[in-house]
């Protein structure tokens, strides 16, 4: 079964620090999609960005950055010299293909981070 | 593009009234709408696929006679919470997908369907 782990239950940084957000997850597809994953305190949910499993380059997008690791079933999210807004729970998700279309989206904890200014 | 927009956005009902959320895809056509539910400092949790036409799918666990999915139009999806308890409380989210992007023969098996989210809705059952 797929499962997706944010070990770190919330993280708390002064503005201007890096930091990272870690997600390892479990599937036994060889074809999955993984997301990362806004939710700032109104609740709605804010895409960031997906990656599909044949394409392990690293992204970046910004002050955003994500590292994906198939070896160690990662893929870890680096936010470069924190503001305030973007203080948030982040989660990591997981989606196995599904020929028919199902395509369910499992999330992890989720991660809450709190930048102090 | 691909908004998808709920209502009510939150809901205060007293115990043993039903609720009802809707969820609209307004600027594309969705044959299949998600709905989730989120404790509160909780993860969202998947409870039940919903198909234009046929009836949902409901993850195990998730009782389909308390809640109640229908999906009648390429647009709107519905759940209601029937006779509501406070143990009910939560944010339920939805997503649609939209069937303009479906992929067609091989592309199936390679392409992932973008799933939209709606806002949220909070409901409070006391």
């Known amino acids: 079964a797929q499962k997706v782990t944010q070990a770190q239950t919330e993280i708390s940084v002064v503005e201007k620090e890096d930091v990272t957000l870690d997600c390892v997850y479990e599937?036994?597809?060889?074809?999955?999609?993984l997301f990362w994953y806004k939710q700032p305190p109104s609740g709605e949910l804010v895409f960031l960005i997906r990656?599909?499993?044949?394409?392990?380059q690293n992204e970046i997008s910004g002050r955003y950055s994500w590292n994906f690791q198939k070896s160690t079933s990662s893929f870890n999210f680096t936010i470069t010299a924190s503001q305030v807004v973007d203080s948030a729970v982040y989660f990591c998700a997981l989606s196995e293909r599904g020929i028919q279309g199902a395509q369910k989206l499992v999330f992890g904890q989720g991660t809450r981070l709190t930048i102090n200014p | 593009g691909a908004v998808v927009s709920q209502h009510p956005s939150w809901v205060i009902c007293k115990s043993g009234t039903s609720v009802k959320i809707e969820c609209r895809s307004l600027?594309?056509?969705?044959?299949?709408m998600f709905w989730y539910r989120q404790f509160p400092k909780q993860s969202l949790m998947l409870m039940a696929t919903s198909n234009e036409g046929s009836k949902a799918t409901y993850e195990q666990g998730v009782e389909k006679d308390k809640f109640l999915i229908n999906h009648a139009s390429l647009t709107l999806s519905t759940l209601t919470v029937t006779s509501a308890h406070p143990e009910d409380s939560s944010f339920y989210i939805c997503s649609a997908r939209d069937l303009g992007a479906e992929p067609a023969g091989w592309k199936q098996l390679w392409s992932y369907n973008e799933q939209f989210f709606g806002p949220g809705t909070r409901l409070t059952v006391l």
């Open positions: 600027d594309f056509q969705a044959t299949t």
């Open positions: 990656r599909n499993s044949f394409d392990e």
């Open positions: 599937t036994r597809d060889t074809t999955y999609y």
